[in-house]
C-alpha cells in the first residue's frame, strides 16, 4: 500500500485542490470575490436552510374532495336542464356520498332518463336501481385525473400568486399525494401570504334571481337552478343575503388584467375580459338591462349592481366596500387565476432573520473551537502523525464545503452538528490507521512494514464501520423531512469524504514523508 | 517533537470480561429505569409529533416570565409552557394543539400575535397540525426501525450471526437509556431528537464492530485461547483506538452543547449520553454477551493475515 504511482498522486491532489477551490467561496468575503475575474473561480456558495437565512416553510393540503364534489354538482345541473328538455318527470335529483341519484317518476321512462343522463359526461358510469332509481358515478380513472389536475393546478395558481408577492426564490414543490411544500426565504412573516392563499379567489358573474324573495329561500325554499349566497359586505343596512341563479355569465377565467384603482374616492378593482369573455358579457348585460346581477367571490356576493346600460368595451371594476389593501390583494388574485380547490396550512415554521443569524454565528463558533480541540488533540496524541491527520481533516472539511456548494445541498442547523460531529469523528479513521501502525512498531516491523500493514488491517475495520454508519445516515435522509434531512447530507458527505481523506490523503503524506526522510524510527 | 501521548498504554490488560456480571447488572439496572421513567414520566414530545404551536420571542429587556404566563394564560388556549431560552430576553413558549383542525391552530397563533403585540421580535413561529404530526411519529419510527434492521442484517451478512444479536442488543441498551435520559430530565423530544439516536445508533455500532472486527481477526490467530481470554484481548487491543474516538468526538459535541446555541444544545446533550454509553456498551456489553452466543471461530472467509513481523498477503485492501 506504499506504491503511490505518480498518476494517483495527481488525482488525490486534483481533487484537494478542486476541494479548496470549490469551497473558497464560502470563506472569502463577497465583496472581494466579485472583484476577482470570476469566470474561473466557482462562485456557488452554501445554500442555507431557512432556518439559518430566515424564512417561513408551509406545509399545505389541497381539499381535492372540493373539486369531486363541485364535478358532481355540474353533473345534477346539467341532468337537470336535460331532464326538463326531454320532459322526464323526476324528483330527489341531488348529490350523496360520491354518487348523483334521482327517482324517476314514471317506470317507463326509467330507460330514456338512464340515456340521457349517461351522455351528460363521458367520464361516468350510470346505474339503475330498484325504485326506479339512477345512479350516476365518477369513475376511478376520472376521480384520479381530476385529483392530478387539481394539484398541478394549484401549484401553478400558488406559484403566480407567491411571484406577484415579490418573495424572491421561493421553492414549490408536490409532496405526497395532495400536498404542497411551499419555502419562502427570507419571509419572517407569512400572515399575508396564508391570507392570499386562503383564498380560492373563484370570481363568477351571475343574474340575481328577481322572482325568488330571499326569505322564501331562507326558510330552504330556493327555486331550482338558483341558490341563496351570503353577502360579503357585513356593514349594517346592507342585505345580508341574495338569492342568485346558478348559471354563470361570464367566470374570472376569461378575465386578462385586474388591478387597484379607485372610483369616486372608493378603492376598486377595474378589470379587462378577454374577447370571449367581453362578448358574452355584452350580451347578457345587453339582454338583461334594468336588472341586477351579482359578483360573486368565493361564494359571497361582493356586490349586486342593476345593469344600467349593455357593457360592451370588454372592461368594468369591482366596487364593494374595500379598504386599498384589500383591493390590491384581490387584484393579485384576479389575476393570478383561481385555485381549483381551497388550500390548508397543515404545518407553518417561520424563522427570523435575527434567529437564524444567531444560529449561523454560534455554529460557526463551535465548530471553531471544536474543531481548535480535536487538532490539538491529535497533535497531544500522534505527534508528527497528528499533524498530518489534520492536514487531512482540513482538506475533509474543505471537501465538505465544496460538495454541499456544487450540490447545493441545503445546510441546516442540524446540518451544522452534523459538519461538527464529523471533525470529530473524521479522524476516528486515522486513529483507527495510526493505532494499528503502533501496534505493527511494537511487534517488531520495520517503519515502511508497520505502516504498510497498519494501512492494510485498518482498512476493511474503517470500511465496515463506516458503512453500518452510513445505512444510519440512509434512512435518516429517505425518511427524515427538513432539518433532519440536512443533518443527514452532511453527515454522509462527511462519512464519505473521511475514508477518501484517511485512506488516501494522509497515507500520500505519509508515503511522500518516508520516501524522503528513510527514517528508522517512526514519531508515532 | 514531543512524545506523542498515550491515554491508554501499551499492555493494558482491564479485566472486562471477567467483571462482566457487573457490568450486565449495571445495563439491566439502567435499561430497567429507563423503563419504569418512560412509563411514569413519559416523553415530553414536542410539536412534532403531538401537534401544536412553539413560539421563541427575544423581548426589550429582561423577559418577564409570570407576567407572560399570566397574559398567555388568559386567552384561554390550553396548556402554555413559557421558559426562558438561551437567554435572559428570549423566550421560548409551547401551546398545547387546539381542538379542532389545522384552522384553530393558525388562530391562537393569531390570537398570541396580538396579545404580546409588535414590542417583542418573533424569532421562530412553528405549528404542526394534528395531521402532520401523526405522520411525523410514523415517519420516525420507521426510520428508527429501518435503520435498525439494515445495521442487524449489515453485521450479519459480514460476521456471524451472533455478532449480529449481540450488536443489536448493544444497540437497543444505548437506544432505550436515551429515551429514559430523556424521560429523566424532561427535555423535549422532537424530530432532532430522533436523528440524534439515529446518529448514536450509527456510532454505537461503529463502535462495537471495530471491536468484533478485531474478535474475529484473533480467532485466526489465537486459535487455542479461550473465548473469554480472547474477547478480553481483543477489548483491550482496541482500547485505544475506542477512547481515543470518543474523546476527539466528544471534544466536538461538548463545543456544540457550549457554543452551539440553545436549539442544538439537546441535540447535543442526546449525542454526548449517545457516544458515552455507546463506548460503554461496545466494551461491556456487546462483546461479553458473545460468550453466551458461542460464535463458530475459524470458518469466516479464509483470509491469512500472516505471523507477526511479515507482510500480509491478500487482505482485501486497495490495491496500489
Known sequence: ?524 | MFKPLRIVPHGTNFPFVANRTKAFVFSIALVLASFGLILVNGLNFGIDFRGGILMEIKTEGPADIPALRSQLGALDLGEVAIQEFGGENEVLIRIQRQDGTEEEQLLAVEAVKSSLGDKVDYRRTEFVGPTVGAELIEAGMLAMLGALGAILVYIWFRFEWQFGVCALIALAHDIISTFGLFALNGHEFNLPTVAAILTIAGYSINDTVVVFDRVRENFRKYKKMSLAELFNLSINETLSRTTMTSFTTLLALLAIYFFGGAVLADFALAMIWGIVIGTYSSIFVAVPLLLYLQPRRGDEEDEDLGAPGTVPQGADGPKD
Open chain 1, 1 to 524: 500500500m506504499l506504491q503511490f504511482q505518480p498518476w494517483k498522486i495527481t488525482v488525490v491532489a486534483l481533487v484537494c485542490a478542486l476541494g479548496v477551490l470549490y469551497a473558497a467561496p464560502n470563506v472569502i468575503e463577497r465583496d472581494l470575490t466579485q472583484d476577482l475575474p470570476s469566470s474561473w473561480l466557482p462562485g456557488k456558495k452554501i445554500n442555507l436552510g431557512l432556518d439559518l437565512q430566515g424564512g417561513s416553510h408551509l406545509l399545505l393540503e389541497v381539499d381535492v374532495d372540493v373539486v369531486i364534489a363541485e364535478r358532481l354538482e355540474s353533473i345534477v345541473d346539467q341532468a337537470r336542464r336535460n331532464l326538463r328538455e326531454e320532459r322526464i318527470g323526476y324528483r330527489g335529483l341531488g348529490v350523496s356520498g360520491d354518487t348523483v341519484r334521482f327517482t324517476v317518476r314514471e317506470a317507463e321512462e326509467l330507460d330514456k332518463a338512464r340515456d340521457i343522463v349517461r351522455r351528460i359526461d363521458p367520464q361516468t358510469e350510470t346505474q339503475t336501481d330498484v325504485g326506479n332509481v339512477v345512479r350516476i358515478s365518477l369513475t376511478e380513472v376520472a376521480i384520479r385525473d381530476l385529483k392530478t389536475r387539481a394539484i398541478s393546478q394549484s401549484i401553478e395558481i400558488v406559484r403566480r400568486r407567491i411571484d406577484e408577492t415579490g418573495v424572491r426564490e421561493p421553492t414549490i414543490q408536490r409532496q405526497g399525494d395532495d400536498r404542497i411544500l411551499l419555502q419562502l426565504p427570507g419571509v419572517d412573516d407569512p400572515e399575508r401570504i396564508k391570507a392570499l392563499l386562503g383564498q380560492t379567489a373563484k370570481l363568477t358573474f351571475r343574474m340575481v334571481d328577481t322572482t325568488a324573495s330571499v326569505q322564501d329561500a331562507l326558510q330552504g325554499r330556493v327555486p331550482p337552478g338558483s341558490q341563496l349566497l351570503e353577502a360579503a359586505d357585513e356593514r349594517s343596512g346592507a342585505p345580508r343575503h341574495y338569492v342568485v341563479k346558478r348559471r354563470v355569465m361570464v367566470s374570472g377565467e376569461n378575465l386578462v388584467d385586474a388591478q387597484p384603482s379607485f372610483q369616486d374616492g372608493q378603492p376598486v378593482v377595474s378589470f379587462r375580459f378577454d374577447s370571449v369573455g367581453g362578448r358574452r358579457f355584452g350580451q347578457a348585460t345587453s339582454e338583461n338591462v334594468g336588472r341586477p346581477f351579482a359578483i360573486v367571490l368565493d361564494g359571497k356576493v361582493i356586490s349586486a349592481p342593476v345593469i344600467q346600460t349593455a357593457i360592451l368595451g370588454g372592461a368594468g371594476i369591482i366596487s364593494g366596500s374595500f379598504t386599498v389593501q384589500e383591493v390590491q390583494d384581490l387584484s393579485l388574485l384576479l389575476r393570478a387565476g383561481a385555485l381549483p380547490a381551497p388550500l390548508q396550512v397543515l404545518e407553518e415554521r417561520t424563522i427570523g432573520p435575527g434567529l437564524g443569524a444567531d444560529s449561523v454565528a454560534a455554529g460557526k463558533v463551535a465548530s471553531m473551537i471544536g474543531l481548535l480541540l480535536v487538532i490539538g488533540y491529535m497533535v497531544v496524541a500522534y505527534g508528527f502523525f497528528g499533524l498530518l491527520a489534520n492536514a487531512a481533516l482540513f482538506f475533509n472539511i474543505a471537501l465538505i464545503v465544496a460538495v454541499l456548494s456544487t450540490l447545493q445541498a441545503t445546510l441546516t442547523l442540524p446540518g451544522i452538528a452534523g459538519i461538527v460531529l464529523t471533525i470529530g469523528m473524521a479522524v476516528d479513521a486515522n486513529v483507527l490507521i495510526f493505532e494499528r501502525i503502533r501496534e505493527e512498531v511494537r511487534n517488531g516491523r520495520t517503519p515502511m512494514a508497520a505502516v504498510e500493514a497498519g494501512y492494510q488491517r485498518a482498512f476493511r475495520t474503517i470500511v465496515d464501520s463506516n458503512l453500518t454508519t452510513l445505512f444510519a445516515v440512509a434512512f435518516l435522509y429517505f425518511v427524515g423531512s427538513g432539518p433532519v434531512k440536512g443533518f443527514a447530507v452532511t453527515l454522509g458527505i462527511g462519512i464519505i469524504s473521511s475514508m477518501f481523506t484517511a485512506i488516501m490523503v494522509t497515507r500520500l503524506l505519509v508515503v511522500l514523508w518516508l520516501r524522503r526522510s528513510r527514517p528508522s524510527e517512526l514519531p508515532i
